[in-house]
Nanobody, 118 residues
């Protein structure tokens, strides 16, 4: 079965950086588009970044563009989200999703919590 496991969340200072990782198994990873979504406390889930199966095409939410970078290593079945210049509004649970654009019916990981606070 499809399994997605996020890691790398934690506490960061405003202006700091974190790198999230997603380990994938149970499907042909190198043929699958992947993405990251997040959910801030009390808010709806939102798209953050997407990457196509080969890694050559990426897409970002306006809030992430210029600060976040999505990448993947198809040899290791890993997806990354490098987050720089973190802001308090980046706080939330970050999810790895097997999709170009996350939808509720897609496969989602359980999430990793990111807290940006001084």
């Amino acid at each position: 079965q499809v399994t997605l496991v996020e890691s790398g969340g934690g506490l960061a200072q405003p202006g700091g950086s974190l790198r999230l990782s997603c380990g994938a198994s149970g499907f042909p990873f190198s043929s699958a588009d992947m993405s990251w979504a997040r959910q801030a406390p009390g808010k709806e889930r939102e798209f953050v970044a997407g990457i196509n199966w080969k890694g050559g095409i990426t897409d970002y939410a306006d809030s992430a563009k210029g600060r976040f970078t999505i990448s993947r290593d198809n040899r290791l079945n890993l997806v990354y989200l490098q987050m720089n210049d973190l802001k308090p509004e980046d706080t939330g649970t970050y999810y790895c999703v097997k999709a170009w654009r996350p939808r509720p019916r897609d496969y989602w990981g359980k999430g990793t919590l990111v807290t940006v606070s001084s």
